[in-house]
């Protein structure tokens, strides 16, 4: 059973496990940035390659980190409209992706979420 997955995704996946099972709020938004980042990355590279699965199950990952951070979202927060707003606009561009590949679009994608990380890094410290 464990032959049939990706060496990369399954090292990726207890790693992932093992951060958000000892983090704060605020350090799993980051996680979640940063694990979607990787993903849109991934996705990038493979497509870069013709690996047409890869980049369609990278994808989809960050669609569901996407959502994850509209699902954290506090709603009392101020920020909270101009979040949901900027999460959904990169969702919108994660899924178009999967029908017509858009590099240009991802990498700013990657940028928002550079930029957003590094924010959510300094309200943190």
Known sequence: ???????FSAYRSVAFEAQVAGSRPGELVLLCIEDVSAAISRAVWAQAR???AVRRSS???AANGLAALQLGVDRDS???????????AMARCVT????????GSLARVVQDLHDL?????ANLA
Request: charged letters at 20%; proline letters at 5%.
């Open 1 to 7: 059973m464990l032959a049939t997955r990706d060496p």
């Open 50 to 52: 013709d690996q047409a």
């Open 59 to 61: 994808l989809q990952r």
């Open 78 to 88: 101020p920020l909270a409209d101009g979040l949901l707003t900027l999460y959904s």
């Open 96 to 103: 178009a992706s999967l029908s017509q590949f858009d590099t």
């Open 117 to 121: 990380a590094e924010q959510f890094r």
